[in-house]
């Protein structure tokens, strides 16, 4: 089921959560809301759901406007961070909820629901537990248990928020890999709130880059990590260095130096590049930095330069196998850098 988001915008207490915010959804996409603390995630998650009303704007579900539908009548299947399994309930009982739950006429009888979350429990490949109580699970079983339960009603929609977020690291790891395949195979239209950028990396079809109630960026895993649609962006996903630089008569500046890249904007800007794709070697021309310091990180050498007039330091990974002594000079990629103004309006140059 594809999902349209127009013009959606959300105030508290006069405080806009949500400014106008466009976002399609297609069917069978898993989406993933990333962004820092009160970028507004969950609001917009609960705006699909129904648990919350928008100010303006309107939320289709294909050709259907649902922002006046109920939650039960939207058909969505939740799952939340806390999983919010009924304890007295059996693992069997818990996933046949949402369908014992219903008014009488639309009710399966009870063996029906019994088959069906006996079924889903084998997808979430937790068959054989059918009795337990979950107290009796682990954190990971009770995710996926959970995630059963919101399946059962066949959902048009499936929303998940931080489901992974309370268990430790190793277990998201497999939970996330799990949760893909379990994508694949049954074509849900997912959408997935985490603040873990690399969840999002590695789960999503479609990363939802959000900040201040704003989205920032909605675009594939690589063209968020590759080509960034803003400075906020660049700094949020993926590791980043930056640099204050300057656009004058069509030439970046920093601290007054040319540095031998273009812009055809004017004005304050910041020079972005990721660590591990700056460093080309000996410097000749263009930006290059000296040497000062530099310590092995796992597989790389991560190297301290210095640069521009104000000894400007910024952190680049090398080979380990490459040279890199104090007082080297060692020259960037002119294609690594992103550039984008420091305030107001323009667009980033590809360099
Ligand atoms: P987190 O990662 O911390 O969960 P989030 O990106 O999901 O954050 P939201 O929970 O959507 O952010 O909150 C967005 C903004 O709306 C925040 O400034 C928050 O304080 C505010 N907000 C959210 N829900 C309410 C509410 N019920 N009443 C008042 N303000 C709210």
């Not at 310091?293 to 490459?322: F, K, M, S, T, Y």
Request: aromatic share 6%; proline share 6%.
């Amino acid at each position: 089921m594809e999902v349209r988001i127009e013009a959606v915008a959300k105030d508290f207490d006069r405080h806009p959560a949500l400014h106008e915010i466009d976002l399609a959804i297609a069917s069978g996409e898993l989406a993933a809301l990333v962004g820092p603390s009160g970028s507004g995630k969950t609001t917009l998650l609960r705006l699909i759901a129904g648990l919350e009303t928008p100010g303006r704007g309107r939320i289709l579900f294909g050709e259907e406007d649902a922002s006046r539908l109920s939650v039960q009548a939207r058909r969505v299947g939740f799952v939340f961070q806390h999983y919010a399994l009924f304890r007295h309930m059996t693992v069997l009982e818990n996933v046949g909820f949402g369908l014992s739950a219903r008014p009488r006429a639309l009710r399966p009888a009870r063996a029906e629901i019994d088959r069906r979350a006996r079924e889903l429990l084998e997808l979430v490949q937790l068959g054989g537990l059918e009795k337990r109580y979950p107290p009796q699970l682990s954190g990971g079983q009770r995710q996926r248990v959970a995630l059963a339960r919101a399946l059962a009603i066949e959902p048009r929609v499936l929303l998940l928020d931080e489901p992974f977020g309370a268990l430790d690291a190793q277990v998201r790891r497999d939970l996330r890999r799990w949760l893909r395949e379990l994508h694949d195979r049954t074509g849900h239209t997912t959408v997935f709130v985490t603040h873990d950028q690399e969840e999002a990396l590695e789960l999503a079809d479609r990363v939802v880059v959000m900040s201040q109630g704003r989205i920032e960026q909605a675009a594939t895993p690589d063209e968020v990590y590759d080509r960034p649609a803003t400075a906020f962006v660049h700094g949020f996903i993926g590791e980043s260095s930056r640099l204050p630089v300057r656009v004058e008569g069509g030439e970046v500046f920093l601290d007054d130096r040319p540095t031998g890249l273009r812009a055809d904007w004017e004005g304050p800007a910041e020079l972005f590049f990721r660590p591990h794709q700056a460093l080309v070697g000996d410097g000749a021309g263009g930006l290059a930095g000296m040497v000062t310091g530099g310590r092995r990180i796992a597989g790389v050498r991560r190297v301290e330069l210095e640069l521009g007039a104000a000894h400007r330091r910024v952190e680049v990974d090398l080979p380990l196998a490459q040279s890199c002594a104090p007082g080297t000079l060692l020259a960037f990629r002119p294609t690594a850098f992103r550039l984008y103004p420091l305030a107001g309006e323009g667009r980033p140059a590809d360099r």
